[in-house]
């Protein structure tokens, strides 16, 4: 399945060409689907060690222990889960039809889209777009893939990957920079899925709407760590250190802050710099610990800090390495009484500095979280039914973990999605399936029936028969 698509990609004929060949198998059987589910993991795991070089070369110093954990180890999980079910997925599904409408039957029939438009971001640029890829392949569906021109080698390489595995008139990437996305998500796809900023989702909706196409939007926000009345504190602060670490926080779904018992500060940045030290000794030598992607971010990461700093706050490194601008190495900070008036407070952050807010009351923690937009992620730590149950009621989120964080992401039996500024859709294994399908209802007639008994004239067995159906 070679793509002899030319450098040179002309959009509107891409989309064209799988839109015909959508036309001409609109519903893939699932042998087809299957074979081209076990052709991505082929691809995938065969070419590792390239694509770990070129993540590392995009970002600067990325460990490839650290793709195949958070990228490649997920989108496998998630393929093998798709193959085990997605049969099953295919099938009709029966449903009621009330009692008035028998002896007619009801079912749903999942049915594919035809093609999808998915954007992926820098910051996992693997995993954001082969995860939706799967959802689309296991639908029936085709997709173009827009990589970010922030990880270029990465991207080029996705891209040659696609073009020896795919034909493009099944699966296409696409690269190029800002003023190509625009172009890409102004397409009239069946679907568009979109990873990245709320403000860039802001533009994406608005293009897609010229064409009122369905968009999935995986955004961010201020994902909260809530530190409960009764967490086991140490294992707490291990937990939110590791997620907020891990890329260097450059992850949607990363502990944006953390909402701390009052007075508990301090020991929240001692177990925070012991525990670094720990994932990360000799910190300024250490190859697993991700550089920021390109020096804008560097450099917003460092205002965010400076004007925190000047407004007051106080920074504590969690190592003794400071800030290399030439590596783009910018180790963890915690952020200690930051005003709400600074950027830090309001901007997602993306990146290795995280503020504490303390808290007298879970009242007053409810009431800080849900002042502000809705996050795509929260995390509680506490021990306590009645904390937990509340928390999980009075909070609106796209995802929560409970004594964890960010592994919420990897259970292929629950959504992933926003809500709100942190956006809309869910996909992830059936969910992914459903999202990328047209759930198309079915309702089967019987050629014996009993619908001419409300038809007109409407008589004294109509009004008989309404009776009837009113009182039951």
Known sequence: MKNDLPGAIDLDALLLSQREAHAREPYPPWETRAAHLKALRAMLLDRTDELADALNADFGQRAKAELMLSELWLAKSEIDSALRHGKHWMKPQRRATGIWLRPATAKVIPQPLGVIGIVAPWNYPILLAVGPLIGALAAGNRAIVKMSELTPRTAELFRQLIECTFACEHVAVVTGDASVGAAFCALPFDHLIFTGSTAVGREVMRAAAAHLTPVTLELGGKSPAIVGPHARFDAAVDSIVAGKTLNAGQTCIAPDYVLVPRGM???????????????????????????????????????????????????????????????????????TNAPETCALMHEEIFGPLLPLVPYDTLDDALRYVNARPRPLALYLFDDERATIDRVLHETVSGGVAVNETLLHIACEGLPFGGVGASGMGAYHGYDGFAAFSKMKPILMQPRINARALLLPPYGRRFHAIMRLMFKL
């Open 265 to 335: 500060e301090q020991a929240f940045v001692d177990r925070a710099r012991a525990r670094v030290a720990r994932l990360y000794p000799d910190f300024a030598r250490n190859r697993d610990y991700t550089t920021l992607v390109s020096a804008r971010h560097f450099d917003r990461m460092r205002t965010l800090a400076d004007e925190a700093a000047a407004a007051g706050a106080t920074l504590h490194p969690l190592t003794d390495t400071a800030p290399d601008d030439a590596r783009r190495l910018f180790p963890p900070y915690v952020v």
